[in-house]
Structure formats: structure tokens, C-alpha cells
């Protein structure tokens, strides 16, 4: 049984999947049906779909996941089902990863400014970058998959043998979870290093503006401070992703209760859920279909109020 506490805490872990996956949803459809209008399907479009939907997996994995190891089924637990859902999830975590970095490469090419001529020649090559993120993505599965096989195998036998030997094992468990973490540790740091030199590049534009004497103000200027917001949160909700992450490898280690591995999943599941609303605001075209969707729900429930 759940204590009062874990039981809040499952809730809201709950409730952020939910909205995660309506927040993702929306995001694939959306660009689904514009390339389903314009036959044409964009690399941002492109982007954005994949991770919406990396994300609806992954959302529905880690949920699925926190359940059943509250409840503690150990046919589900040690079995085949658990090692299907522990590939699934390692292959889904990394495209999750992957796009969202391929998101951040896409606007530090397309929106910073740096006279340097290594960012001249990056931006000319943009779609070479995007392929070379590719050939790193499969490289990063083929390290990082037997690593989770290994994993696993360590798992089974501390749970089929309670000996102090085993539980010694148990606690290397945790620098065997960040090692084949790897490949994705490194879009991250991709992710991050993009992300606050596109942040340096605004920042810099937004002060050569106030400093402009003719006072002419930029019309991008408010963009790009919104574009400074959006990365800021991204950013931050990316740590916080890996920091949940690290606290369900402790729970994992120590054993002791459940509230450490809800409140891990909570921090987890911040980043998939939040960062598609964000995107959402941030997107003119998301937005716009967005306000247009409560439009019309609003609409629908005017009109079933004055039926009844």
C-alpha cells in the first residue's frame, strides 16, 4: 500500500504524463496535417513531429514503468516484458534526446549571429551537421544498448541472490547506469553548448538595439527575447530531466521506500510535459491552432449549455 504522501505524488505524476501526452499529441498532429496539406514535409516539421511523438512513447514507457514497480509485480518486474520495455525505453530516451538537440542546432544555425568563420562554415553545412547528428545517434545506440543488456543481467542475478556479495553489486549499479548514459550525456552537453550561444548571440543583438542611438527599434527584438525565455526553460527543464533520472538510480540502489522513485519520476516528467507547452507558445503556427482548438471548444460547450 501507497502512503497518503506517495499517493499525492503518483497523482501528480500521473496528471503531468496526461498532459504531457495531450501537449505532444496536439504538436504531431499539427504539423501532420500541415504536411499533409502542403505534400511537403519541412525539417523543422520534421523535428518537431518526431519528438512529440519520441515523447508520447516515452511519457506512456516511464508511466507504465512507475506503476508497475509500486505495485511490485515480479512477473513483470524481472520477466521478458520488463527487458522489452527497458530496450524500448533506452531507444526512445535517446530519440527524445536526439531531436531535441536536433531542435536546438536547427534555430542556433537559423537565428545566431557570429562573424567567426567556424560558425560560417557550420551554417553552410547545416544539412551535413543534421546527418552527421544521425550517424552519432545510431553510434550512441550500438555503445549504449549492450551496456543495458549488461544492466539487466546485474539486475537478475542481485534479485535472485540476497547475498552480501550481490548487494555490493548492486550499489556499482549506479555508475553502470551512467555510462551507458553516454550517448546521451553527449546531446546533451550538444544541446546545451547550442543552446547558450544562441542565448549569447540574442543577447548581444538585444544590446547592440538599446545601444542604437537613432533609437530605431528592431521589430525582432521582442522575438528574440521570447526566443531567450524559451531557451533559458529549456535548458533548465534539461537538468532537471537528468537530475530526476539520477534520482530513480538512487532510489534503485538504496531500496528504501517509494517516495524517493515518485518524486524522481515527477522531476522526469516535467521536461517531456512542460517543454511541449512551451513549444506550443513559442511556435506561431502551434499557437495559432492552439487558441483556434479552444475556439472551437469553447464553442462546442456554449452550444451544449444552451441544450440544456
Known amino acids: 500500500m501507497l502512503s497518503a504522501a506517495e499517493g499525492i505524488l503518483l497523482f501528480v505524476a500521473t496528471s503531468e504524463a496526461v498532459l504531457g501526452v495531450l501537449g505532444n499529441t496536439f504538436i504531431a498532429l499539427v504539423n501532420g496535417m500541415d504536411c499533409a496539406r502542403s ?64 531542435l536546438s542546432m536547427f534555430y542556433f544555425l537559423k537565428i545566431a549571429n557570429f562573424s567567426h568563420y567556424t560558425f560560417t562554415w557550420l551554417k553552410r553545412r547545416a544539412d551535413s551537421i543534421f546527418i552527421i547528428l544521425v550517424g552519432c545517434l545510431f553510434v550512441s545506440l550500438f555503445i549504449d544498448i549492450p551496456q543495458t543488456v549488461t544492466m539487466i543481467n546485474n539486475i537478475k542475478m542481485q534479485y535472485r541472490n540476497v547475498s552480501w556479495q550481490v548487494h555490493i553489486e548492486a550499489n556499482k549499479l549506479l555508475t553502470g547506469h551512467v555510462f551507458f548514459q553516454f550517448g546521451v550525456l553527449f546531446f546533451f552537453m550538444v544541446a546545451v553548448i547550442t543552446c547558450l550561444l544562441l542565448i549569447v548571440s540574442l543577447w548581444r543583438h538585444n544590446k547592440q538595439m538599446q545601444s542604437n542611438v537613432s533609437g530605431f527599434r528592431d521589430l525582432n527584438t521582442e522575438a528574440h527575447m521570447k526566443a531567450m525565455k524559451v531557451l533559458i526553460s529549456f535548458i533548465i527543464l534539461f537538468i532537471l530531466y537528468f537530475l530526476g533520472l539520477l534520482t530513480e538510480i538512487l532510489w534503485f540502489s538504496w531500496q528504501e521506500g517509494k517516495l524517493l522513485l515518485v518524486l ?27 487558441l483556434k482548438l479552444l475556439r472551437q471548444l469553447k464553442c462546442c460547450d456554449t452550444g451544449m449549455k444552451a441544450l440544456v
Open 39 to 102: 505534400k511537403k514535409l519541412s525539417m523543422i516539421g520534421f523535428i518537431l513531429t518526431g519528438l512529440a511523438t519520441s515523447r508520447i512513447c516515452l511519457l506512456w514507457i516511464i508511466t507504465f514503468d512507475t506503476y508497475v514497480k509500486l505495485v511490485s509485480i515480479p512477473t513483470l518486474t524481472y520477466g521478458n516484458l520488463y527487458e522489452c520495455m527497458n530496450y524500448l525505453w533506452v531507444t526512445m530516451n535517446h530519440l527524445s534526446v536526439w531531436f531535441a538537440t536536433s
Open 264 to 290: 524522481g519520476v515527477i522531476i522526469v516528467l516535467m521536461y517531456p510535459c512542460c517543454h511541449s507547452f512551451i513549444l506550443i507558445l513559442a511556435n506561431n503556427k502551434l499557437k495559432k491552432a492552439s
